[in-house]
């Protein structure tokens, strides 16, 4: 009888490798659901605190879990998840806003009543974080109880009390307001802050009055406008009576200083002219004088010594000229040219 050795070696072979092949795969799928059903992924913007459900150390764990992986035992221990990031709750009457952004809520606008009876209508955000995650689980609860349960009553109650203070008309007041709005950032986190949560700051976005006294409103203020523009407009008539008042002195100085510098530049011209005359008539004078001494010096001249020489001279000079002159010489009219004492006693020279 023949045994077939070779063909029961391989069904051997096979039942090992399938037998290995299916543990494999079971080791795998176990580790696949023991990974995902006792570990938890905490985000980088998460706190995670765990909880035991059952077992001698039931319930809350003071420690508080990071961003990574984390080691839960499933069905007797939970992991809670928080974020760590800035939340926004806002209160507004706008149908284009939405709750849809992560780490935002979205709520109606406030209704406050003012200290005057009058309703005003307020959008407001409220950001906020939380700061100790086991603070809001031990006293708050899990997932976002900590919205509907604290910050969002707590900040209605708060914003709609300080705001309420105001009267209607204090609301256009930036300082007033800003002075409430503080007021209520401050009552917020002494009635938040106890539970782990932390209002970092309240924004007013928009306020309004309902239609009446709306209208009423801004009719004062247009009112109110008017009496500032016509106190305006008499102080700018007042400061440009003022302006021209100094313009028209100051045109005045100045035509008051031309004139006098006018009658400056003719006094000087007026001495400059007389002290030219001045001068000019001392020269004239001189040149008169000394004209009058040389006329009198020369004719000292002419009646001393040689004069009569001169005299004969200057006949001389006269005929210059002449070739023949015809004279008598005979009788009481003659004239001897060459006798000149008769010739200067017939001119009547004198010695």
């Given amino acids: 009888m023949a045994v077939d050795l070779q063909g029961t070696s391989r069904r051997i072979f096979a039942t090992r490798a399938g037998r290995v092949l299916y543990l494999t795969v079971f080791c795998l799928v176990g580790l696949t659901v023991a990974y995902n059903g006792c570990t938890v992924y905490v985000k980088p913007n998460q706190y995670g605190i765990k909880q035991v459900i059952y077992g001698s150390g039931k319930g809350i764990k003071p420690e ?7 080691w839960v035992m499933t069905g007797t221990e939970r992991m809670h998840l928080f974020p760590t990031d800035l939340q926004a709750l806002n209160l507004t009457a706008s149908s284009s806003e939405s709750d849809s952004v992560e ?66 008309e204090q609301f256009y007041n930036v300082s007033r307001r800003a002075e409430k ?92 002219d007389l002290y030219a005359r001045k ?42 000229g002449t070739r023949v002159i015809v004279v008598l010489t005979d009788g009481e009219s003659g004239v001897n040219p060459l006798d000149l004492k008769s010739v200067l006693k017939r001119f009547d020279v004198r010695e």
């Fill in 64 to 70: 508080i879990y990071s961003a990574g992986v984390r």
């Fill in 279 to 320: 001068q000019r008539a001392a020269g004239q004078l001189e040149v008169k004088l000394a004209e009058a001494e040389g006329t009198r010096l020369e004719n000292e001249a002419l009646r001393g010594v040689g004069s009569d020489n001169m005299v004969g001279l200057k006949m001389a000079e006269v005929m210059k």
């Fill in 103 to 168: 780490g935002s809520r979205l709520m109606p606008a406030l209704n406050i009543q003012t200290s005057e009876g009058y309703n005003v209508r307020v959008d407001l955000t409220v950001l906020y974080r939380i700061e100790d995650p086991y603070k809001v689980i031990t006293a708050v609860g899990p997932g976002r109880l900590y919205e509907d349960s604290v910050v969002i009553p707590r900040s209605e109650q708060i914003l709609r009390m300080r705001l309420g203070e105001l009267e209607a």
């Fill in 181 to 272: 709005v503080a007021a209520a950032l401050a009552d917020l986190n002494a009635a938040l802050q106890p539970v782990g949560v932390k209002a970092l700051n309240v924004f007013v976005r928009r306020y309004s009055y309902d239609e009446k006294y709306q209208t009423a409103i801004e009719q004062r203020k247009i009112q109110d406008q008017n009496v500032f523009k016509n106190k305006a407009e008499a102080e700018m008539a007042t400061a440009n009576a003022a302006k021209d008042k100094i313009v028209a002195q100051g045109e005045a100085a100045v035509k008051i200083e031309l004139s006098r510098g006018d009658a400056e530049r003719k006094k000087v011209e007026a001495e400059a």
